[in-house]
């Protein structure tokens, strides 16, 4: 059985807004139920460890999906959630893929968590994918291939659009916006029309839009490992 670890924030804070934000769970939901279903070992992981925040405007009537209301009625899944390992106790040896949901709270503290950072690189140095939805791939800020290069550099890539964010009006909120961010460490960013399903891969790199993309990242991602 392929073991895939699935990475969440553990930040909460939307910058100086005085509004809460997290993981996004449809971002988290459909590919967390599309790997379990097809067999996956899945394990899941945090900075701090434990439950990590929601954002609550992923629990809003108008971001339910068929996976998120599974997630609701999941006592399970709940609780599996709230006892997240720390990312410090991983070792990417016990994995054989790693994936991260957005939300806006990576931008805070995945992006530049150092665990994080040495895990993803350990990953993609193992010949092990990295997939990422929306905004995680904001993960890519720091991470360096084996010669010192942006890991994103020359690759394809996508992520949450300038368009998307000015849409949710936090582009001056965020620490920075991903698709800026990817440009600028050389990779070959594409997008679709916002809100729209869009996933791209790469050699070990699958990247998603926006929560519409989450699903048809974790799809790549299963026939990758198969």
């Known amino acids: 059985m392929k073991k895939i670890l699935i990475v969440l924030t553990s930040h909460e ?3 100086t807004t005085g509004q809460k934000t997290g993981f996004w769970i ?3 939901a459909a590919p967390y139920y599309l790997l379990k279903d097809k067999g996956f ?6 900075p701090q460890g434990g439950q990590p925040p929601i954002d609550p405007k992923s629990d809003a009537p108008d971001a339910q999906t068929p996976a998120t209301e599974r997630f609701k009625n999941d006592k399970e899944t709940q609780k599996t959630l709230a006892q997240t390992l720390k990312l410090e106790t991983i070792n990417q040896q016990d994995y054989d893929a790693v994936f991260y949901p957005g939300g ?5 503290d995945l992006a530049e968590d150092k665990h994080s950072i040495a895990l993803i690189e350990d990953f993609y140095k193992n010949g092990k ?3 990422a939805v929306c905004h995680a791939p904001g993960i890519f800020k720091h991470t ?5 290069s942006s890991l994103v550099n020359g690759k394809k890539v996508t992520g949450f659009t300038n368009e998307e964010e000015a849409a949710v009006q936090l582009t001056d909120v965020v620490p920075f916006l991903v698709e800026e961010m990817l ?3 050389g990779g070959i960013y594409s ?3 916002a809100w729209s399903s869009y996933a791209v891969e790469d050699g070990l790199l699958i990247t998603g839009q926006n929560p519409a993309s989450s699903e048809a990242v974790a799809k790549l991602l299963v026939k990758k490992l198969n």
């Open 144 to 148: 360096k291939s084996s010669d010192g």
């Open 129 to 131: 994918p990295v997939a």
């Open 183 to 185: 440009k600028k460490n």
């Open 26 to 28: 449809e971002e988290f």
């Open 191 to 193: 997008k679709k029309e």
């Open 13 to 15: 804070d939307l910058g």
């Open 41 to 46: 070992d899945i394990t899941l992981a945090s």
């Open 104 to 108: 806006h709270g990576p931008l805070w």
